[in-house]
C-alpha cells in the first residue's frame, strides 16, 4: 500500500499545480508584421520563424460564438423572431407527403426531438443579495469551458443544419413524384377519351389475345379491320402507344395502347404506318382494364382484377 501512495502522490500534485482555468501569459509580439484584417497577421516570430497569428479580444470571440449558436438554434428549431424554422418546414412537408391526397397513409410522421442544446445556459446557479445588498441572480463559467462547450454546439448545429436542409430537399422532391403519380393516375385512368366504341366482341377478342410477346401488330390491323379504331383518330407522327400508365398498386409501365377499358404495354412505341409495314414489332409486356368485372370471361385473362397490371 504504501508503494502505490507514494506513486499516487506526485501525480496528485501535479494536477494541483497545474489550473486549467488561470489565465497564461502569452508572447503574442510578432515583428514584421502585416496586418490581414479581422485580427489576422503575418510576420516573424522570436525564432525569425514565418507564421500567421489571429488574435482577437476574448469577449469579443465568445459574444461572436455566442451569436453563431443561438442563430444556429433558432434557424433549425424556429422561434418568434425567425418562424418555424427548418424542423417546422420539415414537419409540414412529411405531413403533405404522407397526405391521403397523394396516396400517403394520412397519418402523423413523428419528427425528431426539437434538442436545444443551450437550454441550460440560460440556467442561474445562485439567487441572492450582492455585495451592494442588491437580489440578484448569478450564474458563473470557466471562461475555457464555455468557449469548448460552445465551439462543440456550433458544430453539431452546423451538422443538423445540413441534415435538415438534406431531408427537406428529399421531402420536396418525394412530394412532387407523389402529386404528378396522382394527376397522371387521374388523368389515364379516369379522364383519358374514349377513343372506340368498347364492345362485348373487342373484349373477348383482347381478352383471348393479351399474354407476354403477344404481337401489338396484329392487333392493331385486327383492330383496325373490325373499326375498334380508327386511323384518323391518331398522329400520324407520334407512335400508337405513347401513354405511361400507372395502375392503382402505383405501378408504372410505359408505351402504353388504350383501347376501350384495355391500357396494353409493349416493349417499344412504334407509330401507325410503322406497324403497317411491320418494320417495327412491338410485344407485349402488361395489361389491364379498368372495368375488369363487364369483360367477358375477365378471369382468364384479368385475374387480379380492375386497375392492375397483369404479366
Not at 525564432?47 to 433558432?74: F, H, P, T
Not at 475555457?144 to 421531402?171: G, H, L, S
Not at 389475345?209 to 401488330?217: F, L, R
Amino acid at each position: 500500500m504504501k508503494k502505490v501512495s507514494y506513486l499516487i502522490l506526485p501525480l496528485f500534485l501535479a494536477a494541483c499545480a497545474s489550473n486549467p482555468n488561470k489565465a497564461e501569459k502569452l508572447d503574442t509580439e510578432i515583428k514584421k508584421q502585416e496586418d490581414m484584417g479581422g485580427g489576422t497577421v503575418i510576420g516573424l516570430n522570436e525564432k525569425d520563424e514565418m507564421i500567421m497569428q489571429k488574435k482577437v479580444r476574448l469577449a469579443d470571440y465568445i459574444r461572436q460564438l455566442q451569436y453563431d449558436v443561438y442563430g444556429l438554434e433558432d434557424t433549425i428549431y424556429g422561434s418568434d423572431e425567425t418562424g418555424k424554422g427548418l424542423w417546422g418546414v420539415l414537419e409540414e412537408c412529411q405531413l403533405k407527403e404522407n397526405s391521403s391526397e397523394i396516396g400517403g397513409e394520412g397519418t402523423y410522421v413523428k419528427m425528431p426531438d426539437k434538442a436545444r442544446l443551450t437550454d441550460r445556459e440560460d440556467q442561474f446557479q445562485k439567487i441572492g443579495l450582492d455585495e451592494k445588498k442588491n437580489l440578484v441572480a448569478v450564474s458563473t463559467d470557466y471562461l475555457k469551458d464555455r468557449i469548448r462547450r460552445f465551439e462543440n454546439y456550433k458544430a453539431t448545429y452546423k451538422q443538423r443544419k445540413d441534415w435538415y436542409e438534406t431531408q427537406i430537399k428529399i421531402c420536396n422532391a418525394n412530394v412532387d413524384r407523389k402529386t404528378y403519380k396522382t394527376k397522371q393516375a387521374a388523368l389515364d385512368l379516369s379522364k383519358y377519351p374514349q377513343m372506340v366504341n368498347t364492345t362485348s366482341e373487342m373484349d373477348q377478342y383482347i381478352c383471348r389475345y393479351v399474354k407476354q410477346g403477344a404481337s401489338m401488330n396484329a392487333l392493331i390491323k385486327k383492330a383496325l379491320d373490325r373499326q375498334w379504331i380508327m386511323k384518323e383518330d391518331y398522329d400520324q407522327d407520334q407512335p400508337l402507344n405513347s401513354a405511361t400508365v400507372t395502375d392503382s398498386t402505383s405501378a408504372e409501365r410505359h408505351n402504353v395502347l388504350r383501347i376501350g377499358g384495355w391500357a396494353l404495354a409493349y416493349d417499344t412505341g412504334a407509330k401507325l404506318s410503322e406497324i403497317q409495314s411491320d418494320s417495327i414489332k412491338p410485344v407485349l409486356k402488361s395489361w389491364m382494364n379498368d372495368s375488369a368485372d363487364i369483360v367477358p370471361n375477365s378471369k382468364n385473362c384479368l385475374r387480379k382484377g380492375s386497375n392492375v397490371w397483369n404479366n
